[in-house]
């Protein structure tokens, strides 16, 4: 009895202290920093909605006027130069120079005089998300609306939407080309490969294991907006994505989202979703990764990716765990027969057949493999190296927060292959350079090459013939 006693004034001492002012949870100290997303939300879901909904706009008008003040956003075409289907290729330089300042001028100064004075374009600084703080799978509108249509699943977020305009994103829907089948050509039929049409399109030409691996990459799994539980990013309750909402066709339609492998928020790299042509020539796989084969890849996407990195909450929100010996083969083996888009002027060995090609188009060749020095990481027949390399590109400009995204260093690159690269925009690994000819004065500055204009020119149309 008198041990109750004791154990119930302790227990009423604690009960009124905590009634103390003192002891109140405003002056509690700030959360510490953690890597873990929040299993349990704060807020209701309804409270969740309306209040992500009404910063919508907000949201989205910020990120426009970062790019409106970055990019020169016109649709102006190429002439006489197309993507599948005839989709126009923009042309120019849309990165906007600091006021006084010609591509010339920044050309013949040091890296640390550009930092020092400010002078580094805008448009060249690491792009945001377009909402950077809250992050995850964006689509362009185009895909949200075909899928719609086919599947009846929603790809609409509540919160935020894509940010580029379609003007300077890839053809859709884009063409299938098969290194095993190259005499059929274009084997999509011109339709979104999805769930209600695969078996119809590839039976007879994939055997039983690619048409599993091609059923795996169509099938909607739960993702860290997309699934059915509270903290979703989606009205309704979502069986999720597929990996060709981003690779759309075994290409890509420039769907974005955050790397997983980064931490705080702010350091997250923006994500330029790759195509997955020509995987079978390549050795390394993801932006930034370095995972050694198209199996890992596919596993890590589907284990991580897909939830931010964070495995806590990918168990919460249903973790498709797939299984490594026969699941993730299957994907694996179909990824491996996407080709890349036939190339007419080039040789067998992926160089310039001078019978094929103008005088402009070889002398970009040359520029290519000699002072502009893309060869060095980019060597033919498929232009990369499969290695990475860091081009220390924070040696021009001071570290600053932009739209919630910290610019400071982007790190080692997987060299991309640029075999059909006209078809693949907007580039670098973060979508920043909207253009080849942004791509080209990006690296002249980069890699201090000092290119004439003619040279430049040239180039980009070397690059148009891969």
Not at 38 to 65: C, I, L, Y
Request: a neutral charge.
């Amino acid at each position: 009895m008198k041990k109750w006693l004791m154990l119930w004034r302790s227990a009423t001492g604690l009960a009124l202290l905590c009634l103390l002012p003192s002891i109140s949870v405003a002056q509690a100290p700030d959360k510490p920093p953690t890597s873990y997303s929040p299993v349990v939300p704060s807020e209701t879901f309804e409270t969740t909605v309306q209040r992500m909904s009404a910063a919508k706009a907000e949201v989205m008008q910020r990120q426009m006027d970062l790019l409106k003040e970055r990019y020169d956003l016109s649709n102006t075409p190429a002439d006489g130069v197309t993507m599948a289907r005839g989709k126009a290729v923009q042309s120019g330089v849309r990165a906007k120079l600091p006021d006084g300042v010609t591509w010339e001028m920044l050309a013949e100064m040091s890296p640390a005089h550009i930092r020092n004075q400010g002078l580094w374009p805008k448009g060249f600084l690491p792009l945001p998300h377009p909402h950077h703080a809250e992050g995850g799978m964006v689509f362009p509108q185009f895909h949200i609306d075909e899928i719609k249509k086919q599947e009846g699943r929603d790809l609409t977020r509540f919160d935020l939407d894509y940010d580029l305009p379609d003007h300077f994103l890839p053809a859709y829907p884009p063409p299938i080309y098969l290194t095993t089948r190259p005499d059929l050509g274009d084997v999509s039929q011109g339709k979104v490969v999805t769930i209600d049409n695969y078996f119809d399109l590839f039976d007879g030409i994939l055997n039983p294991k690619q048409i599993e691996g091609l059923r795996l990459l169509v099938t909607p799994f739960p993702q860290q907006q997309f699934n059915q539980t509270h903290d979703r990013r989606t009205l309704k309750a979502s069986r999720g994505v597929t990996c060709f909402d981003c690779h759309v066709n075994g290409h890509t339609n420039s769907a974005t989202h955050l790397v997983g492998d980064i931490r705080p928020q702010q350091f997250r790299h923006r994500i330029d979703t790759p195509s997955l042509r020509g995987v079978n020539i390549q050795r390394l796989f993801g932006s930034q990764r370095a995972l050694k084969s198209i199996e890992d890849f596919t596993e890590f996407e589907q284990r991580a990716a897909y939830f931010d990195g964070d495995p806590v909450i990918a168990t919460k929100k249903g973790v498709n765990v797939l299984e490594r010996g026969s699941q993730v083969h299957f994907m694996a083996e179909f990824q491996a027969l996407l080709n890349f888009p036939p190339a007419p002027k080039l040789d067998v060995f992926g160089k310039l057949d001078p019978a094929k090609a103008t005088e402009a188009e070889l002398r970009g060749e040359k520029v290519f493999s000699g002072k502009a020095r893309c060869a060095e990481c980019h060597p033919a027949p498929y232009y990369t190296d499969n290695l990475m390399h860091d081009l220390k590109t924070e040696r021009f400009f001071k570290p600053q927060m932009v739209n919630g995204r910290m610019a400071a260093m982007d790190g080692p690159i997987k060299t991309f292959p640029l075999r059909g690269i006209k078809d693949s925009p907007p580039y670098l690994h973060d979508e920043r350079l909207l253009t080849l000819e942004d791509t080209v004065e990006f690296h002249n500055l980069v890699l201090g090459t000092k290119l004439t204009a003619q040279e430049k020119a040239d180039l980009v149309a070397f690059l148009l013939c891969l």
